[in-house]
């Protein structure tokens, strides 16, 4: 069975409107997802995802040159080719063996796979939303960003209020928590909370000493991206209970061997509508290992773009049995949603760091330089009563002045009028 031809289509899929409050600042390009269909000799159709502005592996731009003409069989575990075209050449010969995914990457070892939502970091009361709604859809967990420029204790003790008490936090610091003096302190207070599950990359992975102290003293698992450090050194060293994996079939299909060898779990973090996180159902089936939730972000999206929907089941959703991915494109999603674009920019904006004491800092940066510039400007870790939050563009004089102060890496800092609401919660 050979490939005929190879079709990309750009979407822009809206997400949803409380998870639009936040992105917008931050990830706003994450709306934009690229549909690949594969059209064999034979007529079946396979189609899968990339979501190209983070994917571990975008569509290269000679796709058409590399697989047209060639035997689709003989490019399955090619993961060079990108996500999306890697998906859609499961889903083709899978369909064409009649056949479910899983039966051509392993063998089957669970029925139903475990999801976690994903949620940015955000105030207090939106993290609580983000988790209501979480446990309304299935769910029986939410991976958050944690960042220290936020009050933890008063997201944690919202977020408790409006779940059942089994729901599980797991917490991403993405290394903001910059060292281990810092990240022990900070995590031994989170224990109190039965909740917090599980913490992710508190402080750089490269730091394997601060790594492996961190974990000696704290009493929750700790999980590291798979491959920083090489992972002989994370072994060595046993400074991590599990692991994040993302990549594609090839790669996943050797870390999968290595953590069973090891007695380590992992989750797969795979971004992307219904389709990523149907692929992701395939894999989870066979990599005895994937027992922690799987990561993918469905949830940020108004539409799966699928049909039959994901549907979550006590914080769990079935592996599909039909031949291939087992779902279908929604065509008229597709169509209403297909744009010229691949790219979005955020809306001009500063974030306002404030503290309970009326102290207020401005910062310039994006999001993303916001992790590397907070920790090295000594602010203060999780502190009572702090948050930050973007401050969009008014078009006043008030933001023009703000924003003058703070470009070139500069910030503003100055005392503004303090509220009941800013004060910190009592404990």
């Not at 060639?70 to 490019?75: D, K, N, S, T, V």
């Not at 420029?149 to 997201?155: C, F, Q, S």
């Not at 790594?211 to 999980?223: C, D, F, K």
């Not at 692991?243 to 090839?250: E, I, Q, R, T």
Request: proline share 6%; charged share 20%; glycine share 8%.
């Amino acid at each position: 069975m050979k490939i005929k031809s190879i079709e990309l289509i750009h979407l822009d899929v809206p997400f949803t409107a409380h998870t639009e409050l936040h992105m917008k600042y931050w990830l706003p390009h994450w709306r934009i997802t690229q549909i690949c269909k594969l059209t064999m000799d034979n007529g079946i159709v396979g189609f899968g995802e990339t979501i190209p502005n983070y994917t571990w592996a975008k569509v290269p731009d000679n796709i058409k040159e590399r697989v047209v003409g060639q035997q689709a069989a003989g490019l399955l575990w090619d993961d060079s080719l990108g996500a999306g075209v890697q998906m859609a050449l499961f889903d083709a010969v899978g369909k064409h063996e009649n056949v479910p995914v899983y039966q051509l990457l392993g063998t089957k070892v669970r029925d139903y796979v475990p999801l976690s939502w994903w949620g940015m970091d955000m105030p207090a009361r939106d993290w609580a939303r983000q988790c209501a709604d979480a446990s309304r859809a299935g769910y029986m967990s939410a991976k958050l960003k944690a960042r220290t420029w936020y009050d933890m204790h008063a997201g944690i003790q919202a977020i408790i209020k409006v779940v059942p008490p089994q729901f599980k936090l797991d917490f991403d610091y993405n290394g903001t928590l910059d060292n281990a003096a810092n990240a022990v302190e900070h995590l031994k207070s989170l224990e109190r909370y039965e909740q917090v599950a599980m913490i992710e990359s508190p402080i750089p992975q490269g730091d394997v000493a601060g790594n492996r102290h961190i974990r000696e003293r704290i009493n929750r698992p700790i999980a590291m991206h798979f491959g920083q450090p090489p992972i002989a050194t994370t072994m060595k060293e046993d400074v991590a209970d599990g692991f994040v994996v993302c990549a594609g079939a090839s790669a996943i299909r050797s870390q999968s061997a290595i953590t069973n060898a090891a007695n380590k779990p992992f989750w797969l973090q795979l971004v992307g509508t219904g389709i990523t996180t149907t692929w992701a159902a395939h894999l989870g089936a066979v990599c005895p290992e994937a027992k922690w939730p799987a990561i993918t972000c469905m949830n940020i999206w108004k539409e799966q773009l699928i049909t039959p929907k994901i549907e979550m089941r006590g914080g769990y959703h079935a592996v599909p049995e039909k031949p291939g991915l087992g779902v279908e494109l929604n065509a008229a999603v597709v169509k209403r949603h297909t744009v010229d674009y691949d790219w979005l920019d955020t809306p001009r904006h500063v974030y306002r760091y404030s503290r309970a004491n009326g102290e207020v800092t401005y910062f310039g940066c994006n999001k993303q330089n916001l992790h590397n510039i907070y920790p090295k400007l000594a602010m203060p870790i999780s502190e009572a009563g702090s948050q930050c939050v973007p401050v969009e563009d008014d078009g006043s004089k008030a933001f023009g002045k703000i924003w003058e102060a703070v470009q070139d890496g500069a910030t503003l800092r100055r005392q503004e009028s303090t509220t009941k609401s800013r004060r910190p919660p009592k404990r």
